[in-house]
C-alpha cells in the first residue's frame, strides 16, 4: 500500500501518522518489519470521536488504551501489518525512540518530545510494523529551531520544566494544590504554550483525561 492510502485509512478513524521510519536492527522493530508506521490523534476533533466510542461508556478501566488496542488491531488485519502499543508492559515497545527516528519529533528545550504537528502535546496511540516497504514523505524541520522566545522554558508555573531537565516531584506537589487546577483540566501550561501546539487544537477535555491518568 502506498503512504497515501495508509494515512486516508487511519483518518477514518481519527487518527493520523505522526511518523514512520524504515527500521535497523538497533530500532527493536519487529522482526521482519520492513515500515513501522507512528499513529496519534488528529486535531479537531479526536477526542468528540473516540469518546463517543463503546470503550468510554462500558465503565469498564482504560476506555481509550482498549479502543487504541480494537481499532489499530484492526487496522493492523486489514493491511497484513502487525499492531504495536506504547502501553500494555512491561516490557513496553521504545515508541518515544521510535518517533526520534522517524525524523518528525525531537527533544525539545524542556526535554518533553515536541512533534511537528501536534507540538509538546504530541501522543501516540498505536503503530503498525508492515513486511513491506512504504515510502515516507520528506521529513520536516525542527520547530524549536526558528520558535522565538522558547516560551516553554518559562511557563511553568513553579519551575518543573527547565533546560536543565524535568522536575516530576515539584510538578506533581503543585498539582496537589489549588493552583494547579489550571494545568489539571486545561492540561500542561508548558505544553498548551507551545506555538506549534496552540495550533493543533487538543481539547480541554483529552488534557484533563491525560492529567488525569499522569496525577494519580
Known amino acids: 500500500m502506498h503512504y497515501t492510502e495508509l494515512r486516508d ?30 499513529f496519534g490523534p488528529s486535531e479537531p476533533g479526536f477526542w468528540q470521536h473516540v469518546s463517543a466510542a463503546p470503550e468510554f461508556v462500558d465503565q469498564a478501566p482504560d476506555p481509550l488504551d482498549r479502543w487504541s488496542t480494537r481499532i489499530v488491531g484492526r487496522m493492523a488485519g486489514s493491511v497484513g501489518g502487525q499492531a504495536l502499543f506504547p502501553f500494555g508492559g512491561p516490557p513496553f515497545q521504545p515508541f518515544i525512540s521510535w518517533a526520534l527516528r522517524s525524523g518528525r519529533a525531537w527533544v525539545s528545550p524542556v526535554k518533553l518530545l515536541v512533534h511537528d504537528q501536534a507540538g509538546l502535546f504530541v501522543s501516540f496511540r498505536g503503530g503498525l510494523a508492515l513486511p513491506y516497504h512504504v515510502e515516507l514523505p520528506a521529513r520536516p524541520s525542527n520547530p524549536c529551531n526558528t520558535c522565538m522566545g522558547k516560551p516553554c522554558l518559562s511557563t511553568c508555573p513553579v519551575s518543573a520544566m527547565t533546560d536543565a531537565g524535568y522536575d516530576l516531584g515539584r510538578c506533581h506537589g503543585y498539582l496537589d494544590t489549588s493552583r494547579g487546577a489550571d494545568c489539571m483540566t486545561r492540561g500542561c501550561a508548558v505544553r498548551r504554550e507551545c506555538p506549534v501546539s496552540a495550533s493543533y487544537d487538543r481539547r480541554a477535555e483529552q488534557s484533563a483525561f491525560h492529567m488525569k491518568a499522569f496525577h494519580q
Do not use: C, E, M
Open 9 to 38: 485509512l487511519v483518518l477514518k478513524d481519527q487518527l493520523d501518522i505522526l511518523g514512520g521510519f524504515h527500521p535497523i536492527p538497533s530500532d527493536h522493530a519487529p522482526k521482519g518489519s520492513l515500515t513501522v508506521l507512528l
